[in-house]
């Protein structure tokens, strides 16, 4: 399966992983573990985002768009911000 394009797919895997969790765990684990819930393919797995300025290269296009689901669900708070979390813990908001 290609990596879906809007949020909502990805959030509520997200979301759902983290509840089997008791709520929190940590971000290479919510990686693997809701690529698996989505069923995304080893080619969509390792594929990168291309070179821009200020970005490396080599950058896995699925953790940034994991990341940026993340970050809309801080916002409308969903889960907790790394600075209420830690870093590398994605938590859900209580």
């Known amino acids: 399966m290609p990596i879906p394009t809007t949020d909502g797919p990805i959030a509520d895997a ?3 992983f983290l509840n089997e969790c008791g709520g929190e765990a940590s ?5 693997d573990e ?3 819930k989505l069923k995304l393919s080893d080619r969509e797995l390792l594929r ?3 070179p821009a ?3 490396e ?4 296009f699925w953790r940034h768009r994991l990341r940026q689901v993340k970050f809309a669900l801080v916002r409308t708070g969903k889960l907790e911000p790394a600075s209420q979390s830690g ?6 908001a209580k």
């Open 87 to 92: 870093r590398g813990v994605w938590r859900l």
């Open 27 to 31: 971000a290479a684990k919510v990686a």
């Open 53 to 55: 300025k200020g970005r």
């Open 57 to 60: 290269s080599g950058e896995s």
């Open 34 to 36: 809701v690529a698996k």
């Open 14 to 16: 997200l979301l759902e």
């Open 48 to 50: 990168t985002r291309p």
